[in-house]
């Protein structure tokens, strides 16, 4: 797997290359903002690793304009451990959020995690199109369609989309899409699952305002109605 680490810290982007190396990724560096664009677009690597306090440009900023061409898994990495630091970076597009200083083995789980994600449907030969009303997922590709037109999703929220038209009219609360989807402890950031929502219905819904598909049951959760 090729994964892009771009951090202003050098002895930190370091010891992150060191550990994926060993792990068999290639990595490629870089030290800020702008370098993150330009390498993403030049790389087109399987993960992004992204510091939020950089030079030239600012982490959440390349965030949004790698979002512009690319959905790949997207991992900030902060200083700032407030919830609503969090949310502006899924605001931003990312997938995934880890508070420095933070344990090389974690970021490596959740490398792990985000990757096998990400490919995991490419193993469903059988299954290549999920179809309800006008969106359509191309299960394979990891695409996502509404009334044929194609729409960038990230990861994550390809995932929630996925799970829950794989399930449709039945409840979840955000604390079950979390456990599920995020697969690890998120309980101080229940917001995670309001942003997403909020995203794919702006991006799948011709109304986001009055969906059709992505509803909420109020008191208890989401649910994809078909």
């Excluded at 200083?79 to 200083?101: N, Q, R, S, V, W």
């Excluded at 990757?115 to 059988?126: C, D, E, F, P, Y």
């Amino acid at each position: 797997m090729k994964i892009l680490v771009v951090d202003d810290e050098e002895l930190l982007v370091k010891g992150i290359r060191f550990n994926l190396q060993i792990d068999g990724c290639e990595v490629i560096t870089g030290s800020n903002g702008v370098e993150a664009v330009e390498l993403a677009k030049i790389h087109t690597p399987d993960l992004i690793i992204l510091d939020v306090m950089m030079p030239l440009m600012d982490g959440l900023t390349a965030c949004s304009k790698i979002r512009d061409f690319s959905s790949v898994p997207i991992i900030l990495l902060t200083a700032k451990a407030e919830d609503m630091d969090k949310l502006m970076g899924f605001e931003h597009g990312a997938d995934d959020y880890l508070t420095k200083p933070f344990n090389i083995l974690e970021l490596k789980a959740r490398v792990k995690a985000l990757l096998r994600r990400s490919g995991a449907m490419t193993q469903k030969a059988i299954e290549k199109e999920l179809t309800i009303g006008s969106i359509t997922l191309d299960l394979a590709g990891r695409n996502a369609y509404r009334d044929g037109t194609l729409v960038e999703l990230t990861a994550k929220e390809f995932d929630v989309i996925e799970f829950l038209m794989r399930n449709p009219n039945r409840v979840y609360s955000r604390e079950a899409l979390l456990d599920t989807i995020w697969a690890y402890d998120y309980k101080n950031d229940i917001r995670t699952v309001d942003v997403h929502i909020r995203r794919l219905r702006e991006k799948l819904e011709s109304n986001p305002a009055e969906p059709n598909y992505i509803m909420t049951k109020w008191g208890v959760g989401y649910y994809f109605r078909k």
